[in-house]
């Protein structure tokens, strides 16, 4: 029997403005809301009335709000409290302490101080990577960086998981990033004037709910339907159907996972061969145009990248890449690249091809043409909103130089001196004493999580803040429990959004829970620095003079009693935004506005990448094997590509106690979706337990059989809590988180981004008694007594 599954999960239906009106306002990076309280206790989101598609995340709030695993109590695992801080060979086999906050505090103050004293301020990590929640003032890494820049500073961490590799990339070759992550055709311009999007990594709906700060108007959806209605062709390029909804006229090009640059190589092998590309956009417009036709021409190398040899790396046949280079080039075509592409070993190179890929059509700055990156990554590319600063928290500065790049972090822990390439500097970790963390789950977003449970022994102490028994809470040692956006007052926005929303509080904290600027004031004032961190203000306070500050220099903004009644300000438009790409000004005159480059020019040649000699990185774009892809020797043994990809019913690893993602449970673990062939080889039906695993590590997942996905290849999206079974080493999840089977290793020595995309795995139908999960209880709980704390259920 088939089973119910949710590959995208539907929209919210639209709210009408009569059930928002006796609502709380609110916002999430999941969209803007209202709050509604139910007559016997409860809540429930009523999107809000101007977006035209509310995202269905919304219907997973209610029960992760006040769901058993919310830590209520500040906590000390218990051999840290008697035996004091210091590494240990793993934290989180141990229960924990429930104590008093003063308790708490005065022992995260004192240890903060004796790292300080005994090691130095870069001995103190506080990267703290993560999206925490939206609203702007109670933003947990702007509090804790402030805290930290105060206290004398801390090791910090740079980049995203997002789009770590591609920023550290588009300086070298388009100098500003924005260039083609945001100032690229908007969504109205593709749909008036694009005939043709070759779409690498497709269109993923699932993801355009989600924008960092929120959105209010969820317009991706309906853009994509203009699309559809408009006959505009897309060319989807990915292993998976469903990277684009239906809906618009497709042609899938179902390519093996990790070979989109040999396909790229191949087209542009089509049109360079076939004389069908724009020499003189190439001479005008771009640097290095002659090394990478070299390149592609197999002059360098003695191999022409043609469509026979992208047929044999990427499988798609030979004449479908011919076809497609020649409807481009006849065509107003946007090439596009998700954000998952350069989240990957070599990263960088789908980016590049991408982008070269486009300059030899000759389109780059015409509306609807040329290149973008991040379209369907998230709700805000292609936005036409307003790009107005909102208000934030002051994070001031921090005295240590030191950074990571974030991915690094396991490195950092696990080799403190080690030194390491990064942007063509050679770096060094400094030795961490003490890893301070607000507002992110680092056993969610980082990769192979059996080594980073072992980098999490190494330090003397780890301080967490968070809303849940999340697994990095598991491995701390002082936890404090932090509230939700709904439980304090605050305000928000996205970098497009048209609103600035104002969050009023909508539910009690959860036990004793505080915010993370109560906290972390409560430590500056035991560390002596209360007064300079608070400014003597209260939260409400901070909320009115930072809202006054701002709307002191915004035309036409209300005062804060006015706004702060209404529940929100519509910010003013910037209809220039609507039809302007922004290389508009570079292609009228590249002389006039040149780009930020060392030529000026858009290089799909950089002499400063290949003066560093890096061997996953060259000096132009290239097609150069990673370790792990259907055409490794790995895979041999471990046959099937594994795309831990972006989950459609959570953000990351939030909301996955609420409703929409546990619905999407298969076998109560997190959904494997797999190819009827690949299955009936392994005897696996629908809905079946399977255990997933390589050598890092083993998962249990649900098994859903499907022909939306290419065979030979398996989908586990992220974001399922890790649950590590006890007593097996690499560790087994009972849960379905697909990171304990991804690689720590970096994309490049140039970008050192994240490569949780891709990793080979076998799959096999799980026999026997399953261990339950047990991450969706909380951990032991003791009370100062030892006794078994009562709020177990
Ligand atoms: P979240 O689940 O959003 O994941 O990684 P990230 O760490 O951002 O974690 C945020 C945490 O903050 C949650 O645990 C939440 O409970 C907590 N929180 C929320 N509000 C507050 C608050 O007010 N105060 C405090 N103290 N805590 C709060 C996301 C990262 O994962 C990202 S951005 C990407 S793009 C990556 N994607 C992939 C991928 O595609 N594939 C793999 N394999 N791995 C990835 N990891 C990355």
Known sequence: M?????????????ADADSYADASPTTSHWGAFGVRHLPGGGIEPVPHPADPSPSPLLGGVPGALRHVTRIHRPAVRRGWLEHGSGPRERRADEPFVEVPWDEALDLAAAELDRVRREHGNRAVFGGSYGWASAGRFHHAQSQLHRFLGQFGGFTSSRNSYSNGTSYVLLPYIVGDPEMVLRGASSWPTITAHTELIVAFGG???????????????????????????????????????????????????????????????????????????????????????????????????????????????????????????????????????????????????????????????????????????????M????????????????????????????????????HPGESYDYDGARLRYPDIRLVHWAGGNPFHHHQDLGRLRRAFGRPDTVIVHETHWTATARHADIVFPATTALEREDFGGGRHDTHLIAMHRSADPVGEARDDHAVLAALAGRLGFGERFTEGRTPRQWLEHLYGEWAARTEGAPSFEDFWAAGEWQLPEQPAQQTRTLLADFRADPGAAPLTTPSGRIELASARIAALGLPDCPGHPAWLEPDE????????????????????????????????????????????????????????????????????????????????????????????????????????????????????????????????????????????????????RPPVLLDSDGATSDRLP
């Open 2 to 14: 088939p089973v119910p599954w949710i590959p995208s999960a539907p929209a919210s239906p639209p």
């Open 203 to 377: 269109i993923p709906a699932k993801n355009v709910h989600v924008t960092p700060g929120g959105v209010t108007r969820h317009t991706t959806p309906g853009h994509l339907a203009a699309l559809a209605a408009r006959g505009t062709r897309v060319a989807l390029v990915s292993p998976l159907r469903d990277d684009l909804p239906d809906g618009p006229a497709t042609d899938w090009y179902p390519v093996r996972p990790a070979t989109d640059t040999a396909l790229m190589l191949g087209l542009a092998h089509t049109l360079l061969h076939e004389g069908l590309h724009d020499q003189a956009f190439l001479d005008r417009y771009t640097a290095g145009s002659d090394v990478f036709a070299a390149y592609v021409l197999g002059k360098t190398d003695g191999t022409a990248k043609d469509a026979d040899w992208a047929s044999a790396i990427c499988g798609i046949p030979a004449d479908r890449i011919r076809a497609l280079a020649r409807r481009m080039a006849d065509a107003r075509t946007l090439v596009t690249v998700t954000w998952s592409l350069q989240r990957a070993q070599h990263g960088e190179q789908p980016v590049w091809a991408g982008l070269a890929l486009a300059a030899l059509l000759g389109q780059i700055g015409l509306p609807g043409g040329g290149f973008g990156h991040g379209y369907g990554s």
């Open 379 to 414: 709700g805000d590319t292609g936005d036409t909103g307003p790009q107005t600063r909102l208000p934030h928290l002051p994070q001031g500065p921090n005295p240590v130089p030191d950074f990571i790049p974030c991915a690094r972090i396991a490195d950092l822990l696990l």
């Open 629 to 776: 892809w259907p055409g490794a020797p790995d895979a041999a043994r471990l046959p099937l590509l594994l795309i831990a990809n972006q989950p459609a019913t959570r953000l990351h690893s939030q909301l996955d106690t609420g409703a929409v993602s546990l619905a999407a449970k298969v076998a109560g673990r997190e959904a494997l979706q797999l190819h009827p062939a690949d299955a009936a080889a392994r005897s696996i039906s629908d809905g079946d337990l399977v255990r997933v695993f390589n050598d890092r590590g083993a998962c249990l997942a649900g098994a859903v059989l499907t022909g939306r996905v290419r065979p030979g290849v398996v989908r586990l999206p992220t974001g399922a809590w890790f649950d590590p079974v006890p007593g097996h080493e690499p560790p087994l999840c009972a849960h379905g988180n697909p990171n304990v089977l991804t690689a720590d290793i970096p994309s490049s020595r140039l970008s050192q981004g994240c490569v949780g995309q891709h990793a080979l795995v076998e799959v096999e139908r799980y026999e026997g008694d399953p261990p339950p999960v047990t991450v969706r």
